[in-house]
């Protein structure tokens, strides 16, 4: 099993990003997907997940309304949309699988999640 998150970088108050998370080695399509972010000296916080097939998803709260995740099962592939990014925003972001999901089901505890990806590192200027 292999997560590959890219897309991370150096942006402005106010602006955008997004980030990617490329799978392999599993059936990714029957897998809960999550992402979280670590600021520095600071515990790693759930940030966003999505359903199986896409039809759920469940955002932190100091996210709502600026991040979008979704996926594309054909790709194996899952994104998280960032827009009017903050310097709170500014942490290393991880993609993570959950391979005891079930249809439906969203997972926002990073016990629930099996498999990491490497993170990457997203900054947020004033």
């Known amino acids: 099993v292999q997560l590959q998150a890219s897309g991370g970088g150096l942006v402005q108050t106010g602006n955008s990003l997004r980030l990617s998370c490329a799978a392999s080695?599993?059936?990714?399509?029957?897998?809960?997907m999550g992402w979280f972010r670590q600021a520095p000296g600071k515990e790693r916080e759930f940030v966003a997940s999505i359903s199986w097939a896409g039809t759920r998803k469940d955002y932190a709260d100091s996210v709502k309304g600026r991040f979008t995740t979704s996926r594309e099962n054909a790709k194996n592939m899952v994104y998280l949309q960032m827009n009017n990014l903050k310097p709170e925003d500014t942490a290393v972001y991880y993609c993570a699988a959950d391979v005891n999901s079930v249809a439906g089901a969203t997972s926002t505890g990073a016990k629930r999640y099996d498999y990491w990806g490497q993170g990457t590192l997203v900054t947020v200027s004033s």
């Open positions: 080695g599993f059936a990714f399509s029957r897998f809960v």
